[in-house]
């Protein structure tokens, strides 16, 4: 099994020694995993600022231009973790999530952390299949 870094100049560039996602060759088809992304401005690198609805649908924009880089999308979703800094805020990103995903709806977990980078609200990885 091979495995190759993707990148886009569409999301934020990585902020550390890391890939926006790798995608990974089973022999039986390829897997996306992509990194966590957070509220960034891919043309800036700012934090988007704005409620945490706002940041989310930065995060979901950002997640999407990964898996189109890599040959997927939404609707290619297997799982998803959302990192949240505080579990109140779980009913607006569900909503916000929801209006990205698609059937068939992938495997999901949200935790709550003490603390996400740049001090954001929400952080969302995914595996996906390209």
Not at 23 to 40: C, N
Not at 55 to 63: C, W, Y
């Amino acid at each position: 099994m091979s495995h190759q870094p993707v990148r886009t100049d569409q999301a934020p560039a990585a902020i550390g020694p890391y890939s926006q996602a790798i995608s990974l060759d089973t022999g039986h088809g390829k897997l996306i995993f992509a990194s966590g992304q957070i509220p960034l401005d891919p043309e800036t690198g700012e934090l988007v600022e704005g409620t945490v609805g706002v940041q989310t649908a930065a995060v979901m924009r950002n997640l999407g231009a990964v898996l189109e880089a890599a040959g997927s999308g939404f609707d290619r979703l297997l799982k998803v973790t959302i990192f949240l800094a505080d579990m109140e805020d779980f009913g607006v990103v569900n909503e916000v999530y929801g209006q990205f995903v698609v059937d068939p709806l992938p495997a999901r977990a949200t935790v709550e952390v003490s603390r996400l980078p740049r001090d954001v609200r929400v952080e969302i990885e995914a595996i996906a299949r390209a």
